[in-house]
């Protein structure tokens, strides 16, 4: 993990750095808010500390900025005691507060924190944009039984029930190829007739819905049909 430190005190940023690598982190060292801004253009980080009082841009500002670009964690280091300096470094974008002096396991403790703050946010949005168990993807294509979509990079395709039940067989079973009977009697719920273009017509109207997805479905000549997964 890679920490950004900007501190206009070379002793207490000295003190800070090698307390983080000690803590098993990559640590990179800016002496004002600008400086800051252009190291984590060039190498953005895991974690930013701010320190609020610097020559030049003060960590205020660079956090006001770095918010236009980044949800990065920032903690702000600062002699400002007062309820209403933290208050407004919150909700500038602050996610944590240090307030000078302070001790320096108490700092890589809160680094710890924001670190497992992160982490864990990213696997809920992960697990929020993840398809439920019972959607049926095979790359761009995408089929919600219980909305009864269908949708190819995100645009939906109008299927009539027949189709979509076609679709919906041949995606849960790639690969496996199906007869025009079984297809018929499962899809259609008929018995096969010698002759009977239904299945066969259903599967070019299919194609042609499906754009350049629609070679997906295969004909295994002689025999049936199968879906082809994508690669």
């Known amino acids: 993990m890679r920490i950004l430190l900007a501190e206009d005190e070379p002793a207490l940023a000295e003190v800070v750095e090698r307390e983080l690598r000690a803590a098993g982190y990559e640590v990179e060292v800016a002496h004002d808010g600008a400086d800051a801004l252009a190291r984590f ?3 953005p980080a895991d974690v930013v500390i701010l320190d609020w009082m610097m020559p030049g841009m003060d960590g205020l500002e660079a956090l006001r900025r770095l918010r236009v670009v980044s949800a990065v964690p920032v903690m702000m280091l600062t002699a400002r005691g007062e309820e209403i300096d933290r208050v407004v470094g919150l909700e500038v974008g602050a996610d944590d507060y240090l307030t000078k002096p302070f001790g320096m396991r108490e700092l890589v403790a809160r680094v710890r924190a924001l670190l497992r703050r992160a982490e864990l946010l990213r696997q809920t ?3 929020d944009s993840a398809p439920p168990a ?5 790359g761009a294509l995408l089929l919600d039984p219980d ?6 990079d995100g645009q939906p395709v109008d299927l009539t029930r027949t189709e979509f039940e076609l679709l ?5 079973n790639p690969n496996r190829v199906f007869n025009r009977g079984y297809l018929l009697d499962t899809v259609w719920n008929e018995s096969y007739v010698e002759g009977d273009r239904s299945v066969d017509n259903a599967v070019l109207r ?6 350049a997805l629609g070679d997906s479905v295969e004909t295994v000549w002689g025999v049936g049909y199968r879906w082809k997964r994508a690669p």
């Open 41 to 43: 253009a060039r190498q």
């Open 134 to 138: 019972n959607v049926v993807c095979d």
């Open 125 to 127: 949005l992960q697990a």
């Open 206 to 211: 299919l194609r042609k819905k499906l754009g």
């Open 147 to 152: 909305a009864y979509r269908v949708t190819v």
């Open 168 to 172: 919906h067989l041949l995606l849960r």
